[in-house]
């Protein structure tokens, strides 16, 4: 792994893992938790906490690149890829974006961000809820970084793409904003190219 790790420009490594996020730690209730399919689908469907864990799992090891200017490498994710939930809906025709909704300060939707749909096809786009890394062996995720299950995106990405406390995902054709890019941040955000603003 050494020595393939490529360091975007203006970003610096950690070995740590910083948290960041806007309002409350969201508070994991099973009863109440759910996760929806919906925008540009035949039928929304919604998985019950259960139903989500009872998906196929993958393990990918990615790196992540933050806005703010770290980077951590080599963290090793256990969860279920974006594709599997593909394959419980049918989309409509044209369909090429999406975006990622999580938990702000109680508010179930309160917090998405986009990506487009092309991209997430990979072992390397995945909803996780359990890592390691060099340092520690499998630990579940933290609340405080997304527990029960957060979006981790291919490293394609800065990593405000990676929702954590995710309630959804909506299928749409055209792309549109989520919550930092309608603050101004980059609606592609790819760290190898210095996406950070738009
Ligand atoms: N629901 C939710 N997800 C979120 C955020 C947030 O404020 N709310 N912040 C994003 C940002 S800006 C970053 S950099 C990453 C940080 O993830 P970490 O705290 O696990 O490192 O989470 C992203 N996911
Ligand atoms: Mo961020």
């Known amino acids: 792994m050494d020595g393939m790790k490529k360091l975007p420009p203006g970003q610096f490594e950690t070995d740590k893992w910083p948290i960041l996020h806007v ?18 689908v035949k039928e929304e469907v919604t998985l019950s906490f259960q139903e989500f864990m009872k998906l196929p799992k993958t393990v990918s090891t990615v790196d992540m690149h933050c806005v703010t200017t770290w980077s951590k490498f080599g963290t090793t994710f256990e969860g279920i890829t974006f594709r599997e939930l593909l394959k419980l809906i049918e989309l409509n025709e044209g369909v090429n974006y999406v975006q990622i909704f999580g938990y702000y ?9 986009n990506l487009p749909l092309e991209k997430l096809l990979g072992d ?3 909803f996780v809820f359990r890592w390691k890394d060099e340092h520690h062996d499998w630990e579940e995720l933290d609340p405080k970084h997304g527990y029960p299950l957060r979006f981790i995106p291919p490293d ?12 959804g995902i ?8 989520g919550f930092w890019e309608e603050m101004g941040y980059s609606m592609t955000a790819n760290p190898f190219k210095e996406e950070r603003y738009r």
Do not use: I, P, Q
């Open 124 to 126: 390397d786009s995945l």
């Open 170 to 177: 909506r299928f749409l054709k055209e792309d549109e904003a």
């Open 23 to 40: 309002g409350d730690v969201y508070e994991f209730n099973e009863d109440t938790w759910d996760f929806t399919l919906f925008g540009e």
């Open 105 to 113: 300060d109680g508010d179930r939707m309160g917090y998405c961000a």
């Open 156 to 167: 394609s990405f800065y990593l405000w793409k990676g929702t954590k406390w995710v309630s």
